[in-house]
């Protein structure tokens, strides 16, 4: 069983909606990521939180804006999207010192109509 | 730019024998290596992973062999079983990074 929780599983909204992503961990872990994932490819990297601090933005669109309220949560909040961005999204946590591994939820099917 | 390669999307091997899964990157310097399990539907599944200073590491029926000169790991799995049917990532991390690089994903069909 992942130790990594995502909510909600399936999310279908509309371009002009407002919806948020929502990441849990207990496994104290100080580092937090997002994935997205489309079919057929890698999962490539949005974010990475460490100690609750954004450390990695990878030029994503302002229409995403992570928050991470504290050491065990992680939102993705949407707003504006386009049906492009229609994709799995991933949550996963690690260690926050090198070499370690990092650990998935079971990610959010979102779908932008 | 891709970094990190599985040059086969796919592989069907008979159930029982081996499956041998293989990775090729270009950083020298990613000096953490890991795979992924991935059923559809789902998020990748740790399976093992391997640091640059180790040439081999196994867990059960999986194992995993580095080659830095080559810039070459694999993942082997013995004996194969049906369950293990699913898309695998590696993916390769930089000391001092938080980004973990994903390969393009091999499809493992493991035949009854």
């Known amino acids: 069983d992942t130790e990594v929780t995502q909510t909600p599983k399936h999310l279908v909204m509309g371009m002009t909606n407002k919806k948020s992503l929502k990441c849990e961990q207990h496994?104290?872990?100080?580092?937090m990521y997002w994935y997205k994932q489309k079919a057929k490819k890698p999962p490539e990297l949005m974010f990475v939180?460490?100690?609750?601090?954004?450390?990695i933005n990878e030029s994503v669109p302002s229409r995403f804006s992570p928050e991470c309220p504290n050491s065990s949560l992680l939102n993705l909040h949407l707003h504006a999207l386009q049906p492009e961005d229609s994709a799995l999204y991933l949550c996963a946590s690690s260690q926050a010192s090198g070499g370690n591994t990092i650990y998935f939820g079971e990610g959010s099917w979102l779908t932008v109509v | 730019d891709q970094q990190v390669k599985q040059n086969s999307p796919s592989l069907s091997v008979q159930e029982g024998r081996i499956s041998i899964l293989n990775c090729d990157y270009t950083n020298s310097m990613f000096d953490y290596f890991l795979w992924y399990k991935k059923y559809p539907a789902e998020g990748p599944t740790f399976l093992i992973s391997i640091s640059s200073i180790k040439d081999k590491n196994e867990d059960g029926r999986f194992t995993v062999f580095l080659n830095k000169s080559a810039k070459h790991l694999s993942l082997h799995i013995v004996p194969s079983q049906p369950g293990d049917s699913a898309v695998y990532f590696c993916?390769?991390?930089?000391?001092?990074?938080?980004?973990?690089?994903f390969g393009t994903g091999t499809r493992l069909k493991v035949l009854a």
């Open positions: 939180y460490s100690y609750e601090k954004l450390s």
């Open positions: 993916a390769a991390h930089g000391s001092g990074t938080y980004k973990y690089i």
């Open positions: 496994m104290g872990h100080r580092a």
